[in-house]
Every structure is written in structure tokens, then in C-alpha cells.
């Protein structure tokens, strides 16, 4: 604040010439533009050295089936609610874990 309110009021004073100021702002823009992709070419290329890695040859990552392991007792959570549900019939394994709510499953933690 006390560097912005005496800048506007020094602004507000000048005369600005709009043909500078759109090619300063211009100037400007490009600048922080080129030292943006720059610093991001220069961060990739030393993660390329780093850490061998190609991301143009390979993309791909290792995904292992433990990697998934809430998803699938999450899963496994909702089949067990949706089979008592249908049955009607109360089951302990999703019992008090799940509550459904404007059509989408919550699971409450215990």
C-alpha cells in the first residue's frame, strides 16, 4: 500500500503516451514469456540427465495392482452395500461405512 497509493497518484498526474506504453507492455509480456519456457526447458533437460528419463520415447509409467488397493476395497465396499441394499437385509461388512448422499457414495471413516 505504501508503495502503490503515491505510484498511482504519480500516474495519474503523467501523461502517458499509449503507443510506448503498449510497446513497453508488449516487450514486457514476451520477456517474462521467453523466461518462463527457458527456466521449464532448462528444469526438463536436467531431469533428462538426472534421472535418465526419455519423455519422448517413453511415457509410460509401472503401475502395480497394489497400487490400486484402496480403489479395490473401496469397490469392494460399495458391491458389498449395493447387495444388502437389494436384499434388504443388513450386512456387517459395509455396515455404518457408507451412506449415500444426492446419489453418490460417502464413505465414513470409523
Same mark, same amino acid.
Given at each position: 500500500?505504501?508503495?502503490?497509493?503515491?505510484? /498511482?497518484?504519480?500516474? @495519474?498526474t503523467? !501523461?502517458?503516451?499509449?503507443?510506448?506504453?503498449?510497446?513497453n507492455?508488449?516487450?514486457?509480456?514476451? &520477456? /517474462?514469456?521467453?523466461?518462463?519456457?527457458?527456466?521449464?526447458?532448462?528444469?526438463i @533437460? @536436467?531431469?533428462?540427465?538426472?534421472? @535418465?528419463? !526419455?519423455?519422448?520415447?517413453?511415457?509410460?509409467?509401472?503401475?502395480?495392482?497394489?497400487d490400486f488397493?484402496?480403489?479395490?476395497r473401496?469397490?469392494? &465396499?460399495?458391491? /458389498?452395500?449395493?447387495?444388502?441394499?437389494?436384499?434388504n437385509?443388513?450386512?456387517?461388512?459395509?455396515?455404518?461405512?457408507?451412506?449415500?448422499?444426492?446419489?453418490?457414495?460417502?464413505?465414513?471413516?470409523?
Amino acid at each position: 500500500m505504501l508503495l502503490f497509493i503515491p505510484a /498511482s497518484l504519480l500516474l @495519474s498526474t503523467v !501523461k502517458l503516451d499509449l503507443k510506448k506504453y503498449f510497446r513497453n507492455s508488449i516487450i514486457l509480456l514476451v &520477456l /517474462s514469456v521467453l523466461i518462463f519456457n527457458a527456466r521449464n526447458v532448462n528444469r526438463i @533437460s @536436467s531431469e533428462i540427465e538426472k534421472y @535418465s528419463y !526419455k519423455p519422448f520415447a517413453t511415457t509410460f509409467y509401472q503401475v502395480n495392482e497394489n497400487d490400486f488397493r484402496i480403489e479395490n476395497r473401496m469397490d469392494k &465396499l460399495i458391491k /458389498s452395500y449395493n447387495k444388502c441394499k437389494t436384499i434388504n437385509i443388513d450386512c456387517e461388512i459395509s455396515e455404518g461405512k457408507i451412506k449415500v448422499l444426492f446419489g453418490k457414495n460417502i464413505f465414513v471413516n470409523q
